[in-house]
């Protein structure tokens, strides 16, 4: 069945460095969307890319979608405590459906103040 | 304020027993869902629905048993088949298959 691989599985970094967490689909995925789930509690959507090629920002995150529709990037610049968390992608399941959203295993960003 | 309600937080299964999670939403949505995330795992879903009195078998469906009676309401029956019930169960709920609404866990442990 599809497949969303998710790179690194965790990452630790001083307060300022840059944070980047990648996602590989098997398949070309129609969109993908990324959540982020804070120690203790839920995921919370940020963003769902479409077009191939699509580039998002919000303040310092910014997300891409490769040309193929098959992997996808979220990069944080100059991180902050806030940003502690478990970042995760998720694309469209087996039929293409969004109703069985397949996602990755998340990476677990940890912040040093 | 609109949101989606779990209940309990916590729950304690004993060997053969069956137990049910209450979701809630007044968000209005037409689809729900159930997930379960174990520990460094991603989610994976169980169950989901997209319309009242319909629903089908996500990818561990396995030990599990929903019902949609109500709009609002999605409860999820952990049943004695699930052998490995100790997880983190999230509901959540969406409009048309769009982005995902979670409700704060249901933390299911066996005694």
């Known amino acids: 069945g599809q497949q969303v691989m998710q790179i690194p599985q965790y990452q630790h970094v001083q307060e300022g460095e840059d944070f980047t967490t990648y996602c590989n689909s098997s398949t070309t995925l129609s969109n993908i969307q990324w959540y982020k789930q804070r120690p203790g509690g839920h995921p919370v959507f940020l963003i769902q890319l479409v077009k191939s090629g699509e580039v998002k920002k919000q303040k310092r995150l910014t997300f891409q979608f490769g040309e193929a529709k098959k992997n996808s990037s979220l990069h944080i610049t100059a991180t902050q405590t806030t940003d502690v968390g478990t970042y995760f992608c998720a694309g469209p399941g087996s039929g293409g459906s969004n109703y069985k959203l397949t996602f990755g295993k998340g990476t677990l960003l940890t912040v040093n103040p | 304020d609109g949101g989606i309600t779990q209940s309990p937080k916590y729950l304690f299964r004993k060997e053969g027993q069956n137990v049910t999670l209450s979701c809630e939403q007044n968000?209005?949505?037409?689809?729900m869902y159930w997930y379960r995330q174990d520990p460094g795992q991603g989610l994976r879903l169980i169950y989901y629905s997209q319309i009242v009195n319909d629903f089908q078998k996500g990818d561990i469906a396995e030990g599990y048993s929903v019902s949609r009676e109500k709009k609002e309401s999605f409860p999820l029956t952990v049943t004695s088949a699930q052998k490995n019930p100790t997880a983190f169960y999230l509901c959540a709920s969406s409009i048309l298959g769009e982005k995902l609404f979670f409700g704060s866990g249901t933390q299911l442990s066996v005694l």
């Open positions: 968000l209005n949505h037409d689809a």
